[in-house]
C-alpha cells in the first residue's frame, strides 16, 4: 500500500473516531473511546491494532553508515601554506584559500579573544604538553576551555595571513622548527 494510500486511511480514521467521541459526549457524557485514547496503557493496545491493520510485506532496508575520522583532502589545511615569515614570537603565514583549522590532537582551548598583535586569537593546550596561539583567524569553532578532540575543526582563516606560535617545554620553537611541526599537522 503506497504512503499516499496510508495517510488517507489515516485521515479518516481519525476523523471517525473525532466524530465518534463527539456524538458520544453530546448528552455530557464522557465517551469510551476518549476513556481509552487518554489512559496510557491503552493507548499502546491501540496503537498496536492500528499497526496490525496495515501490514508491511517488506523488510526495512539496513544502510550500513560508518563515520571517518578521515578528512577531505580538498580541503586546505594549515601545510599548503604559500609563505612564511617570522613575525612577534611566532611565524606569520599566508595563504590564497581559505583553509580550516583542526585540532593536532586532544587538548583543551585556553583562549579566544582578540589582541591588539594578532587580532582575533586562540590558544590551545595540546596533550602533548605544546601550547599553539592562532591569530589573524577569522571563526571560532568553540568557546575557551573547551575539550578538542584530535581533527576537530577549531577555527577557520580567510586568504591571508595567520599567525602561529608554538610553546614546547617552556621554549618558543624557532621559524623552521614551526615550519616542521606544521607538515606534519596531518601525519
Not at 28 to 36: E, G, K, N, Y
Amino acid at each position: 500500500m503506497k504512503s499516499t494510500n496510508k495517510w488517507i486511511i489515516a485521515c479518516i480514521f481519525t476523523i471517525g473516531i473525532i466524530a465518534t467521541i463527539q456524538i458520544q459526549e453530546r448528552n455530557d457524557q464522557t465517551s469510551q473511546l476518549r476513556t481509552l485514547f487518554t489512559e496510557g496503557k491503552d493507548i499502546q493496545m491501540v496503537r498496536e491494532f492500528v499497526l496490525a491493520q496495515f501490514p508491511t510485506s517488506s523488510q526495512p532496508e539496513i544502510i550500513p553508515v560508518t563515520a571517518s575520522p578521515e578528512r577531505d583532502p580538498m580541503i586546505p589545511t594549515m601545510a599548503s601554506y604559500e609563505s612564511m615569515q617570522p613575525y612577534e614570537e611566532g611565524v606569520l603565514v599566508s595563504y590564497n584559500t581559505s583553509i580550516e583549522v583542526v585540532a593536532r590532537e586532544d587538548g583543551i582551548i585556553l583562549f579566544t579573544g582578540h589582541t591588539r598583535h594578532t587580532g582575533k586569537t586562540m590558544t590551545v593546550l595540546y596533550d602533548s604538553g605544546d601550547t599553539v596561539t592562532y591569530g589573524f583567524v577569522e571563526n571560532f569553532s568553540n568557546l575557551p576551555y573547551t575539550a578538542v578532540a584530535a581533527n576537530d575543526l577549531i577555527a577557520e582563516v580567510k586568504p591571508g595571513s595567520m599567525f602561529v606560535k608554538v610553546e614546547r617545554d617552556g621554549e618558543l620553537l624557532e621559524p623552521t622548527a614551526i615550519k616542521d611541526w606544521m607538515n606534519d599537522v596531518l601525519q
